[in-house]
């Protein structure tokens, strides 16, 4: 089931089912800021990542001695959520262990999403409570993918990506899914990235955070049009788009865990990048992206 949020600048439209954005439409002008979900080239919106952020080796874990087995990104972008709370200008929606994910991740847990609008902002935010005895070990992030407007005048390549604070960062790149992390290496993210479709040939582009309160902004030198996120606190943000089939949209990624490494040893105690909580503990996280049309400046 879908549901509403708005105010005079932006209407957000997020589904139940993996309490994923399905639609960010500008009011001004009526433009569409999320990719519209083409199922021959990516057919999500902005899904949510949980329990774990990317691929594990064989897709396949172990804890305790148990062997388990879990797909990309997780199973909640798959699953129905509870619609915990709404507003006029907040949704939060919940999800809690079942049978079912107790076969493929063996822990309690309560995960919440919620969205909430500032102006011309949407803050997108996850709470995961351990519910549980023991500790729980997790990952979590979000998967925006954001439309180009091209047009007769406007191609792919007119876009670009640009950071703040502009300074090199931390890259790490993919192999067969996982991360090679001793190739790792600074990329020039000090300057403006052009969007392209070969951008993206070796997979996500995969980003070390050093510091918080960075911003990630799709740019173009032909209109005002912008979008910004800032990936607040996330220690990971990955940048992707399909290849090779490619269409006009880029997804930035704040992440709060990463992809297996490509010499990971398939333990979730020893997986990188994982958060860990104590029995009734809470881990709350979250990024804010803003939308701006040709006619609405920031």
């Known amino acids: 089931m879908d549901y509403t949020i708005e105010n ?17 439409v500008g009011k001004h002008i009526g433009n569409e800021y999320i ?30 001695g148990k062997t388990y087995h879990l797909g990309q990104h997780g199973f909640a972008r798959n699953m129905e959520f509870k619609l915990e709370e709404q507003t006029k200008e907040k949704l939060t929606f919940l999800l809690t262990d079942t049978p079912e994910t107790l076969e493929v991740y063996p822990f309690h847990f309560e995960f919440r999403v919620s969205y909430e609008l500032l102006n011309n902002m949407v803050k997108e935010s996850f709470k995961v409570t ?28 007119d876009f670009y990506l640009q950071t703040s604070p502009a300074k090199p960062r931390v890259q790490v790149p993919l192999e067969n899914g996982c991360l090679n992390w001793d190739k790792r290496s600074l990329a020039p993210t000090e300057t403006m990235i052009t969007i392209t479709d070969d951008l993206f040939k070796n997979d996500a582009l995969v980003y070390l955070m050093r510091h918080p ?69 809470t881990f709350d996280a979250s990024f804010r992206m803003s939308f701006h049309s040709p006619v609405h400046a920031e």
């Open 8 to 24: 005079e600048i932006i209407k957000v439209t997020v589904s139940s089912t993996g309490a994923e954005i399905q639609s960010i």
């Open 130 to 157: 351990n519910t549980g005895d023991g500790d729980i070990i997790f990952g979590v992030g979000g998967h925006p993918g954001f439309n180009l407007p091209v047009d007769d005048q406007v191609k792919k390549e």
């Open 35 to 64: 990719w519209q979900a083409d199922p021959e080239i990516w057919g999500r919106h902005a899904p949510v990542l949980f329990p774990i952020v990317g691929k594990l080796k064989n897709d396949e874990y172990s804890y305790q």
């Open 213 to 281: 309160n960075n911003k990630f902004s799709i740019k173009t030198d032909t209109s005002r049009f912008h979008i910004n996120v800032r990936t607040d606190s996330a220690p990971y943000v990955g940048v992707w788009s399909q290849y090779p089939k490619t269409a006009n949209y880029v997804c930035i990624e704040p992440w709060w865990g990463i992809a297996d490494t490509t010499d990971a040893d398939g333990d979730l105690e020893h997986k990188k990048g994982m958060n860990r909580i104590k029995s009734g503990e």
